[in-house]
């Protein structure tokens, strides 16, 4: 039940096209769903971040998909450039100030976009 | 600057032995965390700390322990205990340890097992 489980493992698109990529969970007690871009050998750093009170937030070229019904939501990157190669990563936040913010990751995306 | 740093960048240690991986936040956060990423696996929480002298374990905390005595630094030690401890480590910090407070990570420390 604290599983986040994201697809596909790898991703290639061609420059200026869309990038979509998947997450589902089962937790209902799950309240925050960020998404985290890491460059190879750095940190991960934030991306964009949604609460399940909204379906939709988009910040430029980059757009999460909410469905709460479901339990999934999606990132999809518009006009993909190659600078957006990088692994992506979903994750979700439980509710609760005694879960200390803690993130549970999808296993990660590859995205690779061509010139 | 403001941020997180994590010392060594790379980590060789024989089996057996343990050691002891840094970090440092100067960003005043009340909150720290480590991960552990393996490919394929994303990353999975070993310890997180809400405020000094307190911490939890993850989902992953066997064969690791931490320490919180300074706001600043959460320094964790990887032990003989692990069993596959060759991994890339992340130390991260929020504001407050809320669900919606975001997670700054620093660059990580390359472990591996000879």
């Known amino acids: 039940q604290q599983q986040v489980k994201q697809s596909p493992q790898s991703l290639i698109v061609q420059k200026g096209g869309i990038s979509i990529i998947n997450c589902a969970y089962e937790n209902t007690a799950f309240d925050y769903f960020p998404w985290y871009q890491q460059f190879p050998g750095k940190g991960p750093a934030l991306l964009i971040a949604?609460?399940?009170?909204?379906s939709e937030k988009k910040e430029g070229r980059f757009t999460i998909s909410f469905n709460k019904s479901a339990k999934q939501f999606s990132l999809h990157i518009m006009d993909s450039q190659p600078g957006d190669s990088a692994t992506y990563f979903c994750?979700?936040?439980?509710?609760?100030?005694?879960?200390?913010?803690?993130?549970?990751f999808g296993q990660g995306t590859e995205l690779s976009v061509k010139p | 600057d403001g941020g997180i740093t994590q010392s060594p960048k790379y980590l060789f240690r024989k089996e057996g032995q343990n050691v002891t991986l840094s970090c440092e936040q100067n960003?005043?956060?009340?909150?720290m965390y480590w991960y552990r990423q393996d490919p394929g696996q994303g990353l999975r929480l070993i310890y997180y700390s809400q405020i000094v002298n307190d911490f939890q374990k993850g989902d992953i905390a066997e064969g690791y322990s931490v320490s919180r005595e300074k706001k600043e630094s959460f320094p964790l030690t990887v032990t003989s205990a692990q069993k596959n401890p060759t991994a890339f480590y992340l130390c991260a910090s929020s504001i407050f340890g809320l669900a919606e407070n975001e997670q700054f990570f620093g660059p990580g420390t390359r472990l591996t097992v000879l």
């Open positions: 960003l005043n956060h009340d909150a």
């Open positions: 994750a979700a936040s439980p509710r609760g100030d005694n879960q200390g913010g803690k993130l549970i």
């Open positions: 949604i609460r399940p009170d909204v």
